[in-house]
């Protein structure tokens, strides 16, 4: 049965672009993790000629159009490193990009999930000064494993010797993945049995060779074969992105990223077939894990000691180095994880999905923010205002009990299944839930679970929290639908507080505070038409993703609702059509204006919001709104966490609604 993702009917986002409200770092900030956006894809060329290791980052298309960043290598740290400049745009080239050599320059190839064809953009420039031509389309035939496979990565390279790269492409592939040929948002769908088993299969992700009769920048492929490692095809847990490279005794050895956070390893034998693969490990001969998952490795002697390298992007959009260590007794190279390369003008990204929570944390008058994403982290970032200009400080990962937090899925909390194993999707709103005099962190997350984190008191910047507490309901551990950010709320003023989130069917619900960790007298918010407040007609984890936020937008003295939604929101719900499907089909930010009581709040239907006179449109997955007066102007503001890692101030002035 072939299945159909959400993805697939996905609108490329080419607009509008919020870049330059973009909140930047302090001029003081002098490095930062260099970043792509959402699911990076990383390759170093010598762009200028020179011999410098200079690095191109291309991202996701089916959000980005596919934009490929260069970041120039301008010296090199006491550890040989590069030390990389500011972020350039590269025109003309789309998707995932690597560079194939062809005499003393080169050229880009493209893969992308949104289309069946591979692209060559031949460079038809000089040497040192790179621009690329009309693109070269390849249309691909081959003995495929299975049908219906999409194209993850490509790469050219030369397997069999003969001085002419092949092309190498590693495809990813769901259908034996969703139990039943059911995806996570179809009626019916059902994940896990009651003993929490995974009631679907793999993700699968193979690796095909074309040989090539022609040059590199104008293919003539013949019938693609699957790549043999071992006795059978070469396969991952789904999106395989290879990258070749020599280590150590070994005549030259595949590297293969997957959706999991490992990497394998195949060696090429002397007739030429590949080994069956390995995981990559670390000098002390354990696994070598990385932080988060969709892994796309490259190839290069990063820190000059002469010893090949890896560099691998994910789906957080950081770029990890991993440093060869030399070979093991098994004559496998092992590899040290060093961490996010740097760089030395680095825009401020969040992870991606970020979701911001605003607060003076200093006392200095300045909101802070606390900002959770994807990869399930909290971070912190000090706000400090220069000459009229509000900048940020460095991130800083916050930890709980004194131990960082980083909420995962695990095998089983995803109800997209075991493939999240190590998505969080943090959501985090700031309150003084306690009681205490501080602010303390109240999260919902990939597991539709919501935890406490109780701030210690101690005057200390970051804040410091105590070990997470889940709060409960009917005395078991609440649990609704998943990656909803929840909102705090004194309704009538009297210090009753109220906690808001989508309950497990998708309804907006408030529940009363009778503890610290304990909820109690469940009610439904409704429109003002009377209906119970639902934001999609999707079932499953397509009725979550909604993200609250609580605010007296107009000064009326009554508690407004501002939410961010995903692409396929629908609000309110329309059963027949599905529309407006949030007007624009992509991720949007809308207003509900309280015509209720404080007793019985009801909400206007929702307008969406306008910037600059145009509708708010901000790629696929969310938009996730915190309004704050941020500038300190006594007037409310919007700080919007941007699926792509940025988060953007859209001064009041400049929005409608």
């Known amino acids: 049965m072939s299945v159909k993702r959400w993805e697939d009917d996905a609108i490329v986002w080419r607009g509008p672009d919020y870049g330059l409200e973009a909140l930047r770092y ?33 991202s996701w298309d089916a959000c980005y159009d ?109 259908d034996d993945y969703w139990p039943n040929g059911l995806e996570w948002n179809d009626e019916g769908y059902r994940g896990y049995d009651d003993a929490e088993r995974w009631l679907g299969g793999p993700l699968r992700g193979f690796l095909y060779a074309f040989k090539n009769k022609g040059t590199p920048a104008n293919p003539v492929l013949e019938r693609g074969r699957p790549l043999i490692a071992g006795e059978n095809p070469m396969e991952v847990y789904g999106q395989l992105a ?28 002397e007739d030429g077939q590949f080994e069956p693969p390995s995981l990559l490990r670390t000098p002390d001969d354990t696994v070598l894990e990385l932080d988060h998952c969709i892994h ?40 040290e994880k060093r961490g996010r390369i740097e760089t030395t003008k680095p825009l401020v990204h969040a992870g991606v999905l970020p979701s911001p929570a605003a607060h003076d944390f200093s006392g200095k008058g300045q909101f802070d923010l ?15 205002k220069e ?27 995803s109800i997209q299944g075991p ?30 679970r919501h935890r406490l984190f109780r701030n210690t008191g101690e005057e200390t910047l970051p804040p410091r929290f105590a070990a997470e507490e889940l709060l409960t309901y009917g005395g078991k551990p609440l649990k609704t639908v998943w990656r909803v950010r929840p909102a705090v709320v004194d309704w009538l003023n009297e210090g009753q507080l109220h906690y808001l989130a989508l309950d497990e069917e998708g309804v907006l619900s408030d529940w009363k505070k009778a503890s610290d960790t304990e909820l109690v007298d469940k009610r439904y918010l409704r ?96 938009a996730s709104p915190e309004a704050v007066d941020w500038a300190s102007r006594g007037a409310l503001d919007l700080i919007v966490g941007v699926e792509d890692g940025s988060i953007v101030w859209l001064k009041r002035e400049e929005l409608s609604w």
């Open 26 to 58: 302090h001029p003081e900030v002098t490095s930062a993790a260099v970043a792509g956006r959402i699911i990076t894809c990383v390759e170093v060329v010598d762009w200028s000629g020179t011999g410098t290791r200079d690095l191109l980052l291309s």
């Open 296 to 335: 796309l490795p490259c190839i290069v002697d990063w820190d000059g000691d002469g010893r090949e390298d890896i560099l691998v992007g994910a789906e957080d959009g950081y770029v990890t180095y991993l440093k060869n260590c030399g070979d093991g007794k098994d004559g496998l190279p092992r590899f």
């Open 66 to 174: 596919g934009r490929v960043f260069l970041r120039r290598q301008i010296g090199a740290h006491s550890d040989g490193t590069p030390i990389l400049g500011e972020e350039e745009l590269i025109t003309g080239v789309r998707g995932y990009v690597t560079a194939v050599k062809d005499g003393d320059t080169f050229h880009l190839v493209s893969a992308s999930r949104m289309r069946k064809q591979i692209y060559v953009f031949p460079n038809i420039g000089k040497h040192g000064a790179p621009e690329f031509g009309e693109p070269v389309r390849l249309d691909l035939d081959a003995d495929w494993v299975k049908n219906n496979e999409y194209f993850h990565t490509a790469r050219f390279h030369d397997i069999d010797g003969d001085g002419v790269p092949e092309l190498i492409v590693g495809s990813d592939y769901w």
């Open 370 to 384: 606390v900002v959770g994403n994807s990869t399930g982290e909290l971070l912190f970032y000090q706000s400090r």
């Open 242 to 269: 290879p990258a070749f490279g020599r280590f150590g005794r070994s005549r030259q050895s595949l590297i293969a990223g997957e959706f999991w956070n490992i990497l394998h390893i195949a060696r090429q034998r």
């Open 419 to 448: 493939s999240e194993k190590m998505f969080g999707y943090t959501c985090p709103t700031i309150a003084d839930w306690t009681g205490s005099g501080h602010m303390d962190i109240l999260v919902s997350d990939v597991t539709g």
């Open 527 to 622: 429109w003002e038409t009377g209906d119970p407040m639902r934001f999609t007609v999707d079932v499953g984890g397509g009725r979550g993703r909604v993200k609250l936020c609580l605010c007296d937008w107009e000064g009326t003295g009554r508690t407004d609702l501002i939410f961010g939604t995903h692409a396929r929101a629908c609000v309110p719900p329309d059963p027949k059509t599905g529309a407006p499907r949030n007007t624009t089909k992509q991720a949007g930010l809308f207003y509900s204006r309280n015509v209720g009581t404080p007793e019985e709040p009801r909400f206007a239907l929702p307008v969406p919001f306008r910037f600059r006179n145009e509708t708010i449109a901000m790629a696929m997955h969310v």
């Open 387 to 413: 000459n009229g200009t509000i900048y940020l400080d460095r991130d800083i990962m916050l930890t709980a009990d004194g131990k960082p937090i980083r909420l995962a899925a695990g095998l089983t909390g």
